[in-house]
């Protein structure tokens, strides 16, 4: 079955404390992004690559890291977590980065940093 | 991405066909037309995309009118599990230069009604 995943689903964590978000995805697409949704807002895209050791940032990334060593993973990683990064988080992928491909979306991380 | 405007929420009855609209009056020749849908605690899912012509696949419809400055996405029959917040987004043709997100708005809240 084709899909994004992404763990952990859920995590409470304190400020400061460096966490990884990991992203996966089996179905060989070159592109994958990183949002964060909060209400009132919308998502945004935090990061994005456009293949394995392509990355650039979105328009939300500060604060955030992400590296593409393999073509299926894409973590996210929160060198040192604040209260204002608590959000739901979505890793998405595409074929490619073009406007005609579908994006497919992770089920969601959902951070709460104290 | 182009600005997209949608109503904020919407009303239908069980079973039966569900128009929602979507203005888009900046768009670009290149710009597809996107809708994805998040049901609740879930992520994004897309539903269809298309440029000029109208797009018809297994979940909906979609209508672009001959100027492109709007669309609606037509769910011919709907049931309790189509609610949910509906995105329309115009843009995602990677520019070569920078973010590629897709642009999701606040979205049309759909809700049926049994």
């Known amino acids: 079955e084709a899909q994004v995943t992404q763990n952990p689903r859920y995590l409470i964590t304190v400020t400061g404390k460096k966490l990884t978000v990991t992203c996966s995805q089996n179905?060989?697409?070159?592109?994958m992004s990183w949002y964060r949704q909060d209400p009132g807002l919308g998502l945004r895209q935090i990061y994005y690559?456009?293949?394995?050791?392509?990355?650039d940032k979105g328009d939300v990334p500060e604060g955030y890291k992400v590296s593409r060593k393999e073509k299926r993973n894409f973590p996210l990683i929160l060198e040192s977590p604040s209260p204002n990064q608590t959000s739901l988080y979505f890793c998405?992928?595409?074929?490619?980065?073009?406007?005609?491909?579908?994006?497919?979306f992770g089920p969601g991380t959902r951070l709460t940093v104290t | 991405d182009a600005k997209t405007t949608q109503p904020n929420s919407m009303e239908s009855n069980e079973e039966e066909p569900v128009h929602l609209p979507c203005n888009h009056s900046?768009?670009?020749?290149?710009?597809?037309i996107h809708w994805y849908r998040q049901l609740p605690s879930q992520g994004p899912e897309y539903v269809i995309h298309?440029?000029?012509s109208n797009v018809n696949n297994r979940m909906a419809s979609l209508a672009i009118a001959e100027d492109r400055k709007s669309s609606t996405l037509i769910l011919h029959r709907a049931t309790l599990r189509d609610a949910a917040v509906y995105y329309c987004?115009?843009?995602?043709?990677?520019?070569?230069?920078?973010?590629?997100?897709?642009?999701f708005g606040k979205g049309t809240h759909l809700i049926i009604q049994p």
């Open positions: 900046t768009i670009s020749g290149t710009d597809y």
């Open positions: 987004i115009a843009g995602g043709m990677y520019s070569g230069g920078g973010a590629d997100g897709l642009t």
């Open positions: 998405a992928s595409s074929q490619t980065p073009t406007g005609s491909y579908e994006q497919y």
């Open positions: 179905m060989n697409h070159e592109y």
């Open positions: 298309g440029l000029t």
């Open positions: 690559s456009m293949n394995v050791e392509v990355t």
